[in-house]
T-cell receptor
Framework: SQKIEQNSEALNIQEGKTATLTCNYT??????LQWYRQDPGRGPVFLLLIRENEKEKRKERLKVTFDTTLKQSLFHITASQPADSATYLCALDIGSGGSYIPTFGRGTSLIVHP | NAGVMQNPRHLVRRRGQEARLRCSPMKGHSHVYWYRQLPEEGLKFMVY????????ESGMPKERFSAEFPKEGPSILRIQQVVRGDSAAYFC??????????????FGPGTRLTVT
């Protein structure tokens, strides 16, 4: 069965450093991969989309890579700030029922210390 | 644009009662999705609807759960005869285009259902 894996342990880093989060998947070839941010008690907020034919995407301090051979996406936040502390979710179009609905990983909690 | 609206934000029901969760998508969006999130777990897809049609309900339990998105008015997720295991946060999302293109989903703030 298809599986999406994100590190369940929280990532603790110092302000100003680069945070790198990992999303691995198995048994599937997604057409796209998305990253979302979720704060406690709130709904997820879309950050970036990367398609299968793209290796890298950037948006301000964010960078996403997509390696379809390794079946892995890396999500980087450069010059991290305490305000970046949140849970980050990756989602793939594993497409439950064949309609390409994004399927979410459990997320990784990022804590940026001042 | 007010964004995706969900109400109520918190809902408490006794076992056996019915729960009705409402979702108004962003203006102009005709694609609506419902997800359930349990503590320490990821978002689990339940159902995808377009106006007056259920497109994909592969994530929704066959019994007690139903969803609709009428021509007029909000989308409704209905849970009949609730049990303690239904306690969770239920999120609604909407998108402008179908999910095939990977267009972003806009999420509402969620409804936190507690079954006592």
């Amino acid at each position: 069965s298809q599986k999406i894996e994100q590190n369940s342990e929280a990532l603790n880093i110092q302000e100003g450093k680069t945070a790198t989060l990992t999303c691995n998947y198995t048994n599937y070839s997604p057409a796209y991969l998305q990253w979302y941010r979720q704060d406690p008690g709130r709904g997820p907020v879309f950050l970036l989309l990367i398609r299968e034919n793209e290796k890298e995407k950037r948006k301000e301090r964010l960078k996403v890579t997509f390696d379809t051979t390794l079946k892995q996406s890396l999500f980087h936040i450069t010059a991290s700030q305490p305000a970046d502390s949140a849970t980050y979710l990756c989602a793939l179009d594993i497409g439950s029922g064949g309609s390409y609905i994004p399927t979410f990983g459990r997320g990784t909690s990022l804590i940026v210390h001042p | 644009n007010a964004g995706v609206m969900q109400n109520p934000r918190h809902l408490v029901r006794r076992r056996g009662q019915e729960a009705r969760l409402r979702c108004s998508p962003m203006k102009g969006h005709s694609h609506v999705y419902w997800y359930r999130q349990l503590p320490e777990e990821g978002l689990k897809f339940m159902v995808y609807l377009q106006k007056e049609n259920i497109i994909d309900e592969s994530g929704m339990p066959k019994e007690r759960f139903s969803a609709e998105f009428p021509k007029e008015g909000p989308s409704i997720l209905r849970i009949q005869q609730v049990v303690r295991g239904d306690s969770a946060a239920y999120f609604c999302a909407s998108s402008l285009a179908p999910p095939l293109g990977g267009d972003e989903q806009y999420f509402g703030p969620g409804t936190r259902l507690t079954v006592t």
